[in-house]
């Protein structure tokens, strides 16, 4: 995914490395796990090498040169594509639901058991993004939704774990 | 020091249908001071019937219900009645409020009734309406309210008296984001003054907010543990939207 994120942001206008991951900062704020500088570099080699970006040499005066990469059509053709597809939902296969239905039946665990250690983990995981959102400055829309979106996620996590509890347990 | 609320084995059976229907079946639940205990459980696993026992808002069928060190199961109606006045504040899932007065009177006087002087009972209703933006339905009748500022004129009644125990049944159920926001930093700061809180609720922002999290199902205690707290994490780790 990154790769489509650095695209986009090449659409707007070319950049080197590191610009690329000044830019996903602020515009993510810290509620976005910003990749690291390598991951970047490697991302950009990938999609230099799939001819969607280009790289120009830029001499600099007293330090190395430095690349900046700029989209080509084919880029820009890869990245319409993703603006104009719809989006997957979210995950129907739950890793958590997958152990409550399999795990009972080896009786290597307690249905009860798991559904409750997994709402005291939601709820200490909604509890993070309390802390986070609190210490996000309101100023900052793209942050402030990004947390309010998780939280609506866990929420509906939480509510499925009751409905698996009605049922299952 | 003594727990705040404690019950043995506490059971509730409902006989007034045809059939006798267990609502509680066997609660041992220990609460200390300043602890925020968030409950939490399907419909009809029996919150509210629990919570309304622990403020003698119904009897139980049998077992033990202890508050401060004192047992209370067997209290006369009027001796819990005193004993909300002077030091809990409940909240219901349906409100409650009175009809007839207006929403400023139905949180001044929960204060008044504890014994405050009528400049601090009006200081308490002025602060509480500020907290949960309600200021402007002050002079509002109960009725003209929608759900969502009800509930929260329900806290403010509920924290009026300053109560050293809220008991709240889904204090948030109407509530959009903004004005849950609102209760959430009343809530907390409540809790930071060392009142304590027991809290049937939904909402998973709510919930954790406390300390600890009890799950009722079928009328029992199915789990009863704290809830972990890793404020060591960065943003990064913490969401991850697909
Ligand atoms: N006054 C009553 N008479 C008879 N049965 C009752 C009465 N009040 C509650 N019950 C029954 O007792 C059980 C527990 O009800 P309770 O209201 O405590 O559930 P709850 O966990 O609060 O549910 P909800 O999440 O829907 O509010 C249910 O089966 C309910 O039908
Ligand atoms: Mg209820």
Known sequence: MVRLHLLALLAKEPAHGYELKQALEQTFGSAYPSPNIGQIYVTLGRLEK???????????????????????AKGRDVLMTWVDE??????????????????????????????????????????????????????DRVAMLLIEGAMLHLQADLDWLERCQEDLA | MSAVVKTVNLVKIYQDGALPVPAVRGVDLQVEPGEFVAVM????????????????????????????????DTLSESAWALLRRKKIGFVF?????????????NVELPALLAGASPKVARERRESLLAALNLTDRAGAAPAQLSGGEQQRVALARALANEPSLLLADEPTGNLDSR????????????????????????????ASLADRLVSLFDGEIVDDGRIARRRTRTAGEVIDLR
């Open chain 2, 93 to 105: 899932q349906f409100f409650n409020l009175v009809a007839n007065m207006t929403v400023g009177d």
């Open chain 2, 41 to 72: 459980g399907p419909s009809g696993s029996g919150k509210s019937t629990l919570i309304h026992m622990l403020g003698g808002l119904d009897a139980r069928t049998s077992g033990e219900i202890w508050l401060d060190g004192q047992r209370v």
């Open chain 1, 86 to 139: 719809p989006t997957e939902g979210p995950r129907v296969r739950d890793e958590f639901f997958m152990k409550l239905v399999l795990a009972p039946l080896t009786g290597i665990a307690d249905r009860m058991a798991l559904i409750t250690r997994q709402r005291r983990h939601y709820l200490s995981l909604m509890s993070d993004l309390n802390d986070l959102l609190a210490r996000t400055p309101p100023a």
């Open chain 2, 179 to 206: 004005n849950t926001r609102d209760v959430l930093r009343l809530l907390s700061d409540v809790h930071k003054q060392g009142q304590t809180i027991v809290m049937v609720t939904h909402d998973a922002r709510v």
């Open chain 1, 50 to 72: 799939d001819g969607l970006v280009r790289a120009v040499d830029v001499e600099q005066s007293n330090r190395p040169n430095k690349k900046v990469y700029y989209l080509t």
